[in-house]
């Protein structure tokens, strides 16, 4: 895929974007018609309450599903334009994916989990990247334990590594702190924001008003439309956040 | 092919290794079916070994004259059963391209000794009998031609009769009954072992002479053996042609329906056992063709259960950036590793059942052998392999076609 970048630093531009779903006869619109754009490195959080298609925008800007309107164009390319073969791809090496369920497979070890990105393409030193990436979310102690051993701080930390472990421009979490405790909640955080310092761009989906507040900039959405915009004030920040891991 | 499987085998097998019971219930179809194949055809080739041996025990130079047209069938219908008449070995038993001329007749019939009885096999020969079978006497004499021509009611006993009925006593000079008869023991023949048809070593010989006079009063053989001198086909070319003009046969078209008679060579009973064997390999592989087959349904029911219930692992698979084609590969791939290994087990199992089976069978054919087809071997594992890619196929595209999205949404 070509990455030649428009002249803003916006990675997402979205215009007027849709999503209807048709089933049999019924018409069931969940995106109406949004306008959103994210520049490379900003942290935003999306809110809204239950239904109002924060999920259904997340995977397509996530490359999982396809808008029925409107247009997408990520890192200046349109995304409308890209095969399926083409978005497999920009999964793999542009984003990363957290979800609120984790999604690790039970019976391979933690560090197989974290490298199961790279069953899909060649790398030589898969175990030191998947190592470095366990590293940074503060679980190389936790390298040969399975899920089910994990707290669900550490199996939500987990899939964090396995969605850092291909180096993404963007990672994508959907409410990745609704099945934990508010310290291992705290400890996600932080790690996002950690990421987000090192130049990750960062899309939150929460409907938490304090996990947002994690965030530079929260969208809100309601019945499939924005309905505001707002910079974050007094902005939470774990500057001594390290001693949160431990 | 084999570069793109090499690449996907290490992730068919993590999801094999997340998925054991199920995938070993998948495999059971095809370990049944690739196990039977290689027991089935290991013991039919033992079968075989077994059959060919015991002909080949005699030596190729051996023939046999049946009584009956082949028409009428390989050892001569009943209507034909006299044909063979004595005046005919005699007359064989002068000619020079034929030497150990034995007539024969076979008789099962009740042997008695004091309190001891058991059935057996009466054979009435000649004198000739040790040698064209190239069998022994351990003790005492065999039929000679004084007992032949003056029709002798003396037994010689195969080495487990004897046993049978004597225990340890030395049985030479005693008297025993057949049927109702009494003949006397002159001697006990060496062990000789059986072979797929005859268990020489429980048999009772007498002169044939006296078993169509005491036993059968009849005057015809149901065979006569004799061995070839120098050439096979024109020595069983000229011995055709004598019994031709005993019996008054005109046939020189030689037509063999006009005969009434058939000679059997070694050469043709191996063809006949070769026939046999063929048709047994035919069988037992129409049945292992049925039997993977179904194991392949079991396979290709397995894996579109396992897809369904593995949607969420698929979706995480495209998620984290796994094409369809992967996904297509994966499953395919997972297929036939598992139908390739369930081959594998089955080969195991089927090399170690027909060992056992060998074990049973040595019991009461201590000539049997030990065989492994390989043939068979190799053929099922790839055949288990291809099976596992034919059979996965249409899951594994259900499972490429699958919708990320329905998988990963949160309920
Ligand atoms: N495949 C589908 N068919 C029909 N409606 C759907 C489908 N998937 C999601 N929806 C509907 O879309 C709406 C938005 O869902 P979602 O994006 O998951 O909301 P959120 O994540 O904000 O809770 C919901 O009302 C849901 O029922
Ligand atoms: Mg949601």
């Known amino acids: 895929m070509a990455t030649k970048k428009k002249s803003e630093e916006h990675i997402i531009e979205i215009n007027n974007l849709k999503k209807t779903y048709y089933t049999g006869d019924v018409e069931t619109p969940v995106l109406r018609g949004l306008d959103l754009k994210v520049k490379d490195g900003e942290f935003i959080a999306i809110m809204g309450p239950s239904g109002s298609g924060k999920s259904t925008l997340m995977h397509i800007m996530g490359f999982l599903d396809k808008p029925t309107g409107g247009s997408y164009h990520f890192e200046g390319v349109d995304v409308s334009e890209l095969s399926d073969d083409d978005l497999a791809l920009v999964r793999r090496e542009r984003i990363g994916f957290v979800f609120q369920a984790f999604f690790l497979l039970p019976r391979a070890t933690v560090i197989e989990n974290v490298m199961l990105p790279l069953l899909y393409q060649k790398h030589s030193h898969g175990h030191d990247m998947a190592k470095k990436a366990l590293d940074s979310v503060g679980l190389s102690h936790r390298l040969d334990y399975l899920p089910t051993s994990l707290s669900g701080g550490e199996k939500q930390r987990t899939a964090i590594a396995r969605a850092l472990i291909n180096a993404p421009s963007v990672i994508f979490a959907d409410e990745p702190t609704g099945n934990l405790d508010s310290k291992s909640g705290k400890q996600v955080m932080n790690i996002f924001q950690k990421l987000n310092e090192k130049g990750h761009t960062i899309i939150l989906v929460t409907h938490e008003k304090t996990t947002a507040q994690h965030a530079e900039r929260i969208i809100h959405i309601r019945d499939g439309l924005i309905e505001s915009e707002e910079k974050v004030k007094g902005r939470i920040n774990y500057s001594d956040g390290d001693e949160l891991l431990k | 092919m084999i570069k793109t499987f090499t690449k996907y085998l290490p992730i068919a097998w993590v999801s094999i290794k997340e998925n ?380 490429a076609a699958a919708n990320p999205i329905e998988a990963l949404r949160y309920e």
């Open chain 2, 20 to 399: 054991m019971a199920r995938t070993l219930l998948t495999m059971l179809g095809i370990i049944i079916g690739v196990g039977s194949v290689v027991l089935m055809t290991s013991l039919g080739k033992g079968a075989e070994s077994y059959i060919l041996g015991s002909v080949a025990q005699f030596g190729p130079d051996v023939i046999y004259i049946n009584p009956g047209s082949p028409d009428e069938g390989l050892t001569g219908s009943i209507t034909a059963l006299d044909r063979l008449k004595y005046s005919d070995y005699l007359a064989l038993r002068e000619v020079d391209f034929l030497k150990d001329v034995t007539p024969f007749l076979a008789y099962d019939a009740i042997v008695t000794w004091r309190n001891e009885t058991h059935k057996t096999q009466v054979i009435g020969v000649n004198k000739n009998y040790p040698s064209a079978f190239n069998f022994s006497v351990a003790s005492g004499r065999f039929v000679d031609d004084n007992d032949m021509s003056s029709r002798q009611r003396i037994a010689v006993l195969g080495v487990k009769m004897a046993d049978k009925l004597f225990d340890n006593r030395d049985p030479i000079g005693e008297t025993i009954k057949i049927a109702t008869t009494n003949f006397k023991i002159v001697g006990v023949m060496e062990e000789q072992g059986g072979n797929a048809f005859e268990d020489y070593d429980n048999m009772v010989f007498i002169p044939v002479t006296t078993m169509q006079t005491y036993l059968f009063g009849v005057d015809y053989l149901m065979t006569i053996a004799a061995r070839v001198v120098g050439d096979l086909e024109s020595g069983v070319e000229k011995t055709k042609n004598v019994i031709r003009h005993l019996h008054r046969i005109d046939n020189p078209e030689e037509d063999p329906a006009k005969d009434d008679f058939q000679i059997i060579t070694q050469v043709q009973a191996l063809d006949i056992f070769g026939t046999v064997s063929d048709v047994l390999t035919y069988f037992i592989t129409s049945i292992a063709s049925i039997s993977l087959i179904v194991g392949g349904i079991g396979i290709m029911n397995i894996m579109y259960v396992s897809v369904s219930q593995r949607t969420r692992e698929i979706g995480l698979r495209k998620a984290v950036g796994a094409t369809n084609r992967d996904v297509l590969m994966q499953f395919i791939s997972e297929a036939a590793l598992i139908s390739f290994v369930g081959g594998l087990i089955g080969i195991c199992s089927g090399i170690g059942l027909s060992f056992l089976f060998y074990l049973v069978i040595i019991q009461f054919e201590p000539s049997w052998v030990f065989a492994i087809n390989f043939e068979a071997v190799i053929l099922s594992s790839v055949i288990s392999a291809l099976i596992g890619i034919f059979f996965g196929y249409y899951p594994a595209k259900r499972a």
